[in-house]
């Protein structure tokens, strides 16, 4: 990897793969895999990472909105694509473009049937989502007597799959509740396979039910920050390799006097003599206010450098008093140290968040290994 001499996200296609073949290692061997790349690919690039992953055998893809998915098609992307929440606005662009949607609700389903209807579709493939206790979006159990009504004599849709999420499977303590939302899950799926005719495959692993719940992969499981290099554990990040890191440079070193401040709102007194360093990254582009004032650190030559003083939109200031270093030097922010659970959780929030919110203003640099 190159020095920075500017803000970049870096992007390890090795990582990807590594965390890819470590993942699927976990799967029989007729388990497919579906790889999650909302979000830009969890703030990386949706684009490069599913043609990385097309190319390494992936399954399935999963958005979150059609947009995301009709990008990716123009990128090339072949293999289905599921959408996650998808908007009944685009329904007649996610058929133009050969996306799957995800079919959650009664109202979403009417709708979804007279649009592939007016578009002329015979069996187009949807994913029935259903609800077992995360309750964000998803039929009930009662209301598979609907689907079944609903779809009798209807020839322009067909059940691709029938799926749920976890709601807690990265959390042990709550392996009973995950536990009730399997049994229900099986118990939901059996009766709706029973009432089609026909046999949809199964999908409700994510990345932690994939390592904590190995029993329940069914025919599908679904992947999404575990691809990215973290896997809600610390001992499963171990194994995992970060794909993103965050590299920015020193703009400018201050020395900073015994009763001088820095920042806006004078935020950072100092009771000593003090250095400085000024770096070009701010809350614009994804390093929220939550992470200043001595919150969270960034690393120069390995070494620990807090921010003090308040997050600006395009600048952060860190205290490098105890680090020999100039001008142009590199700063990594996050990648393999700090990794991006850890400096996310000295604001109290998680990878997921961190990673997401990365702005578009910062460069992609992509890693070929």
């Given at each position: 990897m190159g020095k920075a001499t500017e803000t970049v996200l870096e992007i390890d296609l090795g990582a990807l793969e590594h965390n890819y073949h470590f993942l699927q290692s976990k799967l029989g061997s007729e388990t497919k895999f579906l790889a999650v790349v909302k979000a830009f690919a969890y703030g990386s690039d949706a684009a490069r990472i599913a043609l990385k992953m097309?190319?390494?055998?992936?399954?399935?893809?999963?958005?979150?909105?059609?947009?995301?998915?009709?990008?990716?098609?123009?990128?090339?992307?072949?293999?289905?694509?599921?959408?996650?929440?998808?908007?009944?606005?685009?329904?007649?662009?996610?058929?133009?473009?050969?996306?799957?949607?995800s079919i959650y609700s009664k109202k979403v389903l009417r709708q979804f049937l007279e649009t592939a209807e007016k578009h002329g579709q015979t069996k187009y493939p949807v994913h029935l989502k259903f609800n077992t206790g995360l309750n964000r979006l998803g039929f009930w159990a009662r209301d598979v007597d609907y689907i079944e009504e609903a779809l009798r004599n209807r020839k322009a849709i067909k059940i691709t799959s029938i799926f749920s999420h976890l709601a807690a499977s990265e959390d042990l303590n709550e392996e009973d509740f995950t536990s009730v939302q399997i049994r229900t899950f099986e118990k939901i799926s059996k009766t709706i396979t029973t009432r089609l005719g026909y046999r949809p495959f199964r999908h409700l692993l994510n990345t932690s039910g994939i390592l904590n719940y190995p029993e329940a992969q069914y025919n599908m499981v679904r992947s999404g920050i575990g691809l990215y290099g973290y896997g809600n554990h610390p001992e499963i990040d171990k194994q995992l390799k970060a794909v993103a890191t965050l590299k920015t440079v020193i703009s400018q070193i201050h020395k900073i006097e015994p009763g001088e401040t820095v920042g806006y709102n004078r935020a950072f007194s100092s009771k000593e003599q003090r250095t400085t360093a000024t770096l070009p990254i701010g809350h614009a582009d994804g390093i929220g206010r939550q992470y200043g004032n001595g919150n969270t650190f960034v690393t120069v030559h390995g070494k620990k450098a807090f921010i003090i003083g308040n997050v600006c939109m395009d600048m952060i200031m860190i205290d490098?008093?105890?680090?020999?270093?100039?001008?142009?030097?590199?700063?990594?922010?996050?990648?393999?140290?700090?990794?991006?659970?850890?400096?996310?959780?000295?604001?109290?929030?998680?990878?997921?968040?961190?990673?997401?919110?990365?702005?578009?203003?910062?460069?992609?640099?992509?890693?070929?290994?």
């Open positions: 097309q190319a390494l055998g992936v399954d399935y893809f999963a958005v979150a909105y059609s947009k995301e998915g009709i990008a990716l098609r123009k990128a090339g992307i072949t293999k289905p694509i599921l959408v996650l929440h998808p908007l009944p606005l685009h329904f007649g662009e996610l058929i133009e473009h050969c996306l799957e949607p490098v008093s105890h680090i020999d270093c100039k001008e142009g030097d590199e700063v990594i922010v996050f990648g393999d140290s700090p990794s991006a659970e850890i400096f996310a959780a000295t604001a109290n929030t998680i990878s997921y968040e961190l990673l997401t919110g990365i702005s578009q203003r910062v460069t992609r640099v992509f890693i070929v290994d």
